[in-house]
């Protein structure tokens, strides 16, 4: 089992930054590709950004150079720095974990953090 925790959502303006962390515990954090995901009322969870076990990075059109994952296997950690935020990018934002050849898949994933919430203001 691997408990997910996020943190570092908030309010913030259009244009505006911020970082979200997801610090993992249990099983080996290293084993694990990460991702990050996003849900609006009545829609299903969106991939946004995904990290592997060797550091391989992949990211959806839709964030592609605003957002960067990275990870930090001695922190059993995972960041999403996010950029030029949008109102649109308004979600509850996820932290998955998962196999490297699936990460970006939603039903794919073995875990999921409980989500925090990301509000941006026009």
């Known amino acids: 089992q691997v408990h997910l925790v996020e943190s570092g959502g908030g309010l913030v303006q259009a244009g505006g930054s911020l970082r979200l962390s997801c610090a993992a515990s249990?099983?080996?954090?290293?084993?694990?590709?990460m991702g990050w995901f996003r849900q609006t009322p009545g829609k299903g969870r969106e991939f946004l950004a995904a990290?592997?076990?060797?550091?391989?990075?992949h990211y959806a059109d839709s964030v592609k150079g605003r957002f960067t994952i990275s990870r930090d296997n001695a922190k059993n950690t995972v960041y999403l720095q996010m950029a030029s935020l949008k109102p649109e990018d308004t979600a509850v934002y996820y932290c998955?974990?998962?196999?490297?050849?699936?990460?970006?898949?939603?039903?794919?994933?073995?875990?999921w953090g409980q989500g925090t919430q990301v509000t941006v203001s026009s």
């Open positions: 998955a974990a998962g196999n490297d050849n699936y990460i970006t898949k939603a039903p794919s994933i073995y875990y």
């Open positions: 249990g099983r080996t954090f290293s084993n694990y590709a």
């Open positions: 990290i592997s076990t060797s550091a391989t990075t």
